[in-house]
């Protein structure tokens, strides 16, 4: 794999590009260390005969290991009758194998100095395993014992859906739980990404037959990734991995791609009614482009500048100058079949409005006020700081290698985007300012209480009340 | 917490290990310390695998030592060390960590406040600088006072007023359990007492508590020890040394009696249980032991805990906890605190039902002591977690930093494996019969109120 330097960014010493606006860099401070070039990111990739891909990323440290295995088709596979039973099926896949039960899982995870979990995200279903370095067979083994012969034990169901309707109900307390859910709702309406956590029907309605038939759709070789990513060999690794999946097989017809988001979805007004809300939960924004598009490099580099960093505008303003929240911020959201760009800010009830109105104005200023330079520089050092600092961490690595690979990207994309945020342009940020950044294209949902809010909202729109 | 979303609590503990861990499962980590003529202390753990550098600066003061009459200012204090100071105006912090690649965070606790950053090292020497800067003086203006002020109040809404349980496991069980003032009131803070802070308590705070002999520096990543004490003595070394504060006497024994309160949640759906039993002291001879016993009773799934009363009598949805939990570890505490549990319980079951089944499960270590095996899996466990705690730089630069202020050594960072590692089956016995017993237990029960 090719090694990118940061030149271009780290050319720039800071104490000449703050404009009148930004403090001045005090005159003792040293300046930062010569550029160093961006350490490669060597990914051993391999597709056993089956068609299962494999990644490995051996690593020299820390005496761990960590195994994901992610599998296509998450909760927008699931049935549209059925939303989010993928939350179901993947937490009960350690529930017990055709040689193991729960507990046998649970003991021998720990005696390897282990942890398994598993769960579901709009577009996959991952499990995920660690282990100290020297059991990584024994990692494997449960691994693979977990994906390829967990057999849902009706006694095991019967108490994770108990246990699923009390976590729901649970859930329904908490406003970024609702707001999440109400946020799904608005931006996607019909399209399965609406469809991210369960309902009490769903839930009720699931049966070890049905969560076995929904999980045998997903776990396809061909469908698959495994990354290996620690103190390991990589030809000891593939061994490993040839030995568990290798003699994997598909049954059954795999699940149905997800359509594209819709981009041109009209923006609507939600307001989550929560009695005695002391907050406001705000969340704005819109779907947006997947990572394959040539807009998303610039669109994350304009997000970071944003709301994506804490000296980013919308940080700066509402929380730095205004006070009125603890933790803003905007993020985007790649998924396998668009992204997602999302503000949040939960505030005090009697500065709702007045938040609104900053937030527009910060996204509006977003196509005409130019990124500085400093601000420019800034989002760019810090995603490539982001990117070493996420990678030296074996996990967080391991995951981000699954998800590239869910979003239909090639392992070396994970260096190549530094690459390529490098070169954006102030010009791009403002055009990216323009496109996606506009007021007029922002869904807003808000969980909070109509009767302390509801004068502060008129400017804003009409704000469909709903009770959960 | 200066900012959630940045997952930072580090830990401490080592390596070392026992029968059980391979020797290739061995990870020592190089330590080297300094102490410069002021007092300030610096530790380094040199890591050559990738370009960048973790910092923890950790100075000896926390939620124990604040004021009696201004509950949450160790905390507020704490956001108003990123506010700016007389050379580097607000928002230069920020801007100088990012511009290098980095990102930072503070957090207040008990016995300690942290300030971290992590970047490329080619940030090294201004993070290094900018920590100086604000360690010699703030900038003491009403309105940074006044805008953290009500950042601070929204950090409280978000996560207790507004929230389901409010941290009731946190606040509520420690004001039950404990009966020191420093031991029992509210961290976070009350909203009158932090609209009676006032900028001249700032100024006092800063210079008896930020000042060198009180805090330490821990560096973690592609560095050299040498370079790393000759930055920090350029930029540190003439800051002042002041008189070392004074540490009133916070211990308490364990209670004799049973405590149990009851409240009601408006925002709450499901009922819920904190319970909280009294710890032995940092460092002492049942320390290790009482880690090892809460691994085995709540550390995860194969956990005694989860599986008897989540799993076998279905009497819990789920259940969380552990020594020092919620706000730290089982070793980065140095003052009085509790193995604590936070769950929730089904609505066909009640709290008595819940407490006989934790006796129960406890009943079993007290008379059959813990079988060779499970011990084995639990210390393994815990080796693999505390490698895991130190694997980014800035948790391990914060690891040794607190080790250093907490411990008075950064060595133990190599020393507490073989701690968890000499515990034996007696040992977790004695810790269960002498500490989780009802009489030493504190009880809340929470339970779901409409809302008005």
């Known amino acids: ?468 | 917490m200066r900012r959630l979303g940045v997952a930072v609590l580090a830990t401490v503990l080592g390596l070392s290990t026992g029968a059980h861990a391979a020797d290739t499962d061995r990870w020592k980590l190089p330590i080297a310390v300094k102490k410069l003529d002021n007092g300030l202390v610096v530790v380094v753990s040199e890591d050559h695998t990738s370009p960048i550098v973790g910092i923890s600066v950790v100075y000896h003061v926390g939620m124990r030592l604040e004021p009696e009459n201004r509950t949450g200012f160790a905390h507020l204090f704490e956001h108003l060390m990123f506010q700016g100071t007389p050379v580097s105006p607000k928002g230069v912090f920020d801007r100088v960590i990012q511009g290098g690649g980095g990102i930072n965070n503070g957090s207040t606790r008990a016995d300690f406040t942290n300030y971290i950053e992590t970047g490329p090292t080619t940030a090294l020497a201004p993070m290094l600088w900018l920590e100086a800067d604000r360690m010699r003086a703030l900038d003491f203006s009403e309105k940074n006072l006044t805008n953290q002020r009500d950042v601070v109040k929204e950090e409280i809404r978000v996560n207790v007023t507004n929230q389901p349980y409010g941290l009731f496991y946190w606040t509520h069980l420690n004001a039950l359990a404990f009966d020191k003032w420093a031991n029992k009131h509210d961290g976070y803070g009350s909203f009158k007492d932090l609209d009676s802070a006032r900028i001249d308590d700032v100024k006092a705070f800063h210079a008896k508590f930020y000042q060198p002999g009180n805090a330490v520096i821990g560096v973690a990543g592609d560095v050299e020890a040498a370079q790393v004490f000759a930055l920090v003595e350029k930029y540190f070394g003439d800051i002042p040394t002041q008189t070392a504060p004074v540490r009133g006497d916070v211990s308490e024994p364990l209670n004799t009696k049973e405590r149990r309160t009851s409240e009601t949640d408006s925002l709450a759906r499901v009922p819920a249980l904190a319970i909280g039993w009294k710890a032995p002291p940092r460092g002492s001879r049942d320390h290790a032991a009482m880690a090892v016993l809460s691994q085995l009773l709540v550390g995860d799934n194969a956990s005694r805990f989860y599986q008897g009363l989540v799993k076998n009598r279905e009497l819990l949805t789920n259940i969380d906890g552990g020594l020092n939990f919620p706000l730290g570890d089982a070793w980065d505490f140095d003052g009085p605190t509790m193995l604590s549990l936070f769950a929730m319980y089904k609505p066909t079951t009640s709290p008595d039902a819940v407490l006989k089944g934790l006796d129960e499960e406890i009943a079993h270590i007290d008379h059959d002591g813990v079988d060779a095996a499970s011990l084995a899996r639990v210390k393994t466990k815990m080796l693999s977690d505390w490698y895991g705690q130190l694997e980014s730089f800035i948790n391990r630069a914060d690891a040794i930093a607190k080790l250093q202020t907490l411990w008075g050594d950064a060595r133990t960072v190599n020393d507490v494996p073989k701690l968890i590692d000499g515990v034996t089956p007696a040992d977790v016995q004695r810790v269960a019969r002498t500490y989780l017993v009802a009489a030493n237990r504190s009880v809340i029960d929470r339970t779901p109120v409409a809302a008005k």
Not at chain 1, 129 to 141: E, K, N, Q, Y
Not at chain 1, 190 to 198: F, G, K, L, S
């Open chain 1, 1 to 468: 794999m090719k090694t990118l330097t940061l030149t271009a960014a780290l050319a720039l010493a800071f104490a000449g590009i703050a404009h009148s606006a930004e403090p001045v860099f005090p005159k003792d401070l040293p300046p930062y260390g010569e550029a160093k070039p961006l350490p490669p990111l060597p990914v051993d990739q391999h597709v056993l005969p089956n068609g299962l891909t494999v990644w490995i990323v051996p690593r020299q440290g820390m005496p761990k290991i960590t195994a994901v295995l992610t599998l296509l088709g998450g909760t927008a596979a699931d049935p549209a009758n059925a939303p989010a039973v993928s939350d179901l099926f993947s937490g009960l896949l350690d529930a017990g194998t055709t040689t193991r039960s729960s507990q046998q899982l649970a003991e021998q995870w720990q005696a390897i100095g282990g942890e398994f979990s598993s769960g579901s995200s709009a577009d996959a279903i991952t499990l995920r395993g660690t282990a100290l370095a020297s059991h990584a067979p024994v990692l494997m083994d449960l691994l693979g014992d977990i994906a390829l012969h967990s057999t849902f034990p009706d006694k095991e169901v019967a108490l994770g859906k108990a246990n699923a309707l009390q976590e729901l109900k649970a859930s329904e307390g908490e406003p970024a739980w609702q707001a999440s859910r109400a946020f799904a709702t608005a931006l996607y309406g019909d399209h399965p990404y609406a469809r991210i956590v369960p309902t009490e029907a769903s839930i009720e309605a699931a049966t070890p037959a049905s969560l076995r038939a929904e999980y045998a759709q997903r776990a396809r070789p061909d469908r698959a990734l495994l990354v290996i990513v620690g103190k390991i060999d990589a030809v000891k690794a593939l061994a490993l991995a040839t030995a568990t999946f290798g003699h994997w097989k598909a049954s059954g017809a795999p699940s149905t791609e997800t359509p594209a988001v819709p981009v041109d979805v009209k923006p609507v007004r939600v307001l989550v009614q929560r009695d005695g809300s002391v907050q406001s939960a705000i969340r704005m924004g819109h779907p947006a482009v997947s990572a394959n598009n040539v807009d998303y490099v610039p669109l994350t580099v304009a997000n970071m500048i944003f709301g994506g960093s804490f000296s980013s505008r919308l940080t700066e303003d509402i929380r730095e100058d205004k006070g009125y929240t603890y933790s803003p911020g905007s993020i985007v959201t790649p998924r396998r079949a668009g992204s997602e760009l999302r503000v949040v800010a939960d505030v005090r009830n009697e500065v709702t409005g007045p938040t609104l109105d900053e937030v527009d104005k910060l996204l509006r200023g977003m196509a005409t006020q130019p990124a500085s330079d400093e601000e420019l520089v800034g989002a760019k050092r810090l995603i490539a700081g982001l990117y070493l600092y996420r990678n030296q961490q074996q996990r967080s690595l391991a995951t981000t290698l699954a998800t590239t690979w869910t979003y239909k990207l090639p392992a070396s994309f994970v260096t190549e985007y530094v690459e390529k945020t490098s070169q954006v342009t102030a010009e791009q940020v403002t055009a990216i300012g323009s496109r996606y950044f506009d007021p007029a294209l922002q869904s807003i949902v808000i969980v909070g209480d109509e009767k302390a809010i509801d004068s502060q909202l008129k400017a804003h729109g009409n704000f469909r009340v709903v009770k959960p």
